[in-house]
């Protein structure tokens, strides 16, 4: 079945230093969406990328989707307590996976003051 | 706010007793999916309705059934709970194309002692 793997699985930075996250799949996806999960909270969506090579900004985020449709990023600039929590990548696949996402596992940052 | 409303917040059950969680969706949305995540893991889709119907169903035992109402409200039903039933329980809500992402309740918390 359709499988995303997201690194690195925590990533501590100190408060001003840029963040980046990577989603993998093994198969070709119709779009990748972008959630941000707060510790307690529930995940709240960042955006949903469709294009091949997409890039969009948000701010200090920059998404990125790969060429080939297999992979996708985000990267923070300058990172802020605020930014807190943990990045999900959540495709819709192909064949049959449309409508329902797939989280990774995510990756967990936390920001040093 | 009209966003997606869950109940109840904390749960505690006991092994081999039947659980009905709900979730009121946000307003204009009338695609609901049902996530299990369990501590320190991304959500794991469980089913997706739309029209009333499931439609879509992850690797979930039939343990695991839902329901959906003609006001899009949904249920999930768990049976024959297990120790290993326990965690968060969200539920997500999209309009018809999904393109704004979803949106995603504070979830009901279930512990089964």
């Known amino acids: 079945g359709q499988q995303v793997m997201q690194i690195p699985q925590y990533q501590h930075v100190q408060e001003g230093e840029d963040f980046t996250t990577y989603c993998n799949s093994s198969?070709?996806?119709?779009?990748i969406q972008w959630y941000k999960q707060r510790p307690g909270g529930h995940p709240v969506f960042l955006i949903q990328?469709?294009?091949?090579?997409e890039v969009k900004k948000q701010k200090r985020l920059t998404f990125q989707f790969g060429e080939a449709k297999k992979n996708s990023s985000l990267h923070i600039t300058a990172t802020q307590t605020t930014d807190v929590g943990t990045y999900f990548c959540a495709p819709r696949g192909y064949g049959g996976s449309q409508g329902n996402l797939i989280f990774g596992k995510g990756t967990k940052l936390s920001v040093k003051p | 706010d009209a966003g997606v409303t869950q109940s109840p917040t904390h749960l505690i059950k006991t092994r081999g007793q039947q659980v009905t969680l709900r979730c009121s969706p946000k307003s204009g949305h009338d695609t609901v999916s049902w996530y299990q995540q369990a501590l320190g893991q991304g959500p794991q889709f469980i089913f997706q309705?739309?029209?009333?119907?499931?439609?879509q169903r992850g690797n979930f035992p039939d343990r695991f059934s839902g329901h959906q109402f003609p006001n899009y409200s949904s249920e999930l039903n768990v049976n024959a709970l297990l120790l290993g039933d326990s965690a968060l329980y969200l539920c997500a809500s999209r309009d018809r194309g999904g393109a704004r992402g979803y949106t995603f309740g504070s979830g009901t918390r279930l512990t089964v002692v």
């Open positions: 990328l469709v294009k091949s090579g």
């Open positions: 309705y739309y029209e009333e119907e499931e439609r």
């Open positions: 198969t070709t996806l119709s779009n």
